[in-house]
């Protein structure tokens, strides 16, 4: 059994224990609450930087979320402008397709007007094209009737060349009948015979009578057989004279330029061959 002295000394221990231990956890409260405080106040610190921080993102989200709005709406403003623009030029362009319709309208009449008139234009043209073949064929029946009416005659021109054309030929004889005593056979037959006999050549002439063999024009034919220069005479009588009668006069069959009616006259060539024997055949008759 513990005496008193010895609980007594067991709790003076006890005291002295538990002084040392409440001094302890005193001393350990004191540094650990210092610790603890130095520790929030880092925290505190931290957190105070970073709500500044989050303060001053949020800032700028704020400004970029204002500056976006800002873009936004200046976006919308520029669509807007845009839209009113788009609109004008699809109301510009609506117009424009309008007027081009009407354009178009307006060039097909045009062109309608255009065919028209040139329908008008090339009738027209066939109206006249008529009425000048119509006035040229008048004209050409006038000239031919003029022709047939009017005398035949050499000119000057033509006069001068037969003489000159026929004298190589000179001595060469020709039997000449002229069929009409009208006074336009007369003076044309006289200047052909006229220059056949300034050429030189012999000229047989008769002038037929009463019926028979009659003659138109003017026919030339060279007998068979005859020498080159007999035709070359027969050539040079057929173009100059056709100059002056067109296409009246003509080659024609020696054996056929016969004549089988009286004569009224016959004039011989002395010198020549007889009548009826020349190598050559001329004879002149009306238009």
């Excluded at 007369?186 to 220059?195: K, T, V």
Aim: proline content about 2%.
């Amino acid at each position: 059994m513990w005496s008193v002295e010895s609980w007594n000394s067991f709790f003076e221990l006890g005291g002295v224990i538990l002084l040392f231990l409440t001094f302890a956890f005193g001393a350990g409260f004191v540094l650990t609450g210092k610790k603890i405080k130095v520790r929030q106040e880092v925290q505190l610190r931290q957190f105070d930087k970073d709500l500044t921080d989050a303060k001053r993102g949020l800032v700028d989200q704020q400004e970029r979320a204002a500056n976006a709005e800002k873009v936004a709406a200046e976006a919308k403003r520029v669509a807007g402008t845009f839209e009113k623009d788009i609109s004008l030029a699809n109301q510009r362009a609506a117009e424009a397709n309008e007027r081009a319709t009407k354009a178009q309208a307006s060039l097909a009449l045009a062109e309608q007007h255009s065919a028209e008139a040139n329908a008008k234009a090339e009738g027209f043209r066939l109206d006249i094209a008529k009425a000048n073949e119509t006035a040229e064929k008048e004209r050409l029946a006038r000239l031919q009737l003029e022709a047939r009416l009017a005398d035949r005659v050499l000119t000057a021109e033509q006069h001068i060349r037969l003489t000159a054309a026929l004298r190589p030929f000179k001595g060469r004889t020709i039997d000449v009948r002229v069929f009409g005593d009208t006074l336009e056979v007369a003076n044309f037959s006289g200047a052909i015979l006229d220059c056949i006999g300034e050429a030189g050549l012999h000229v047989n002439i008769s002038n037929p009578i009463g019926g028979g063999t009659s003659a138109r024009g003017i026919l030339i034919g060279v007998k068979p057989g005859s020498p080159p220069e007999i035709s070359g005479i027969a050539d040079v009588l057929f173009s100059i004279l056709r100059e002056s009668v067109g296409g009246g006069v003509g080659m024609w069959e020696f054996d056929k330029l016969v004549f089988t009616g009286g004569l009224a006259s016959v004039t011989q060539s002395s010198g020549g061959d007889k009548v009826g024997e020349a190598p050559i055949r001329l004879f002149i008759g009306s238009k």
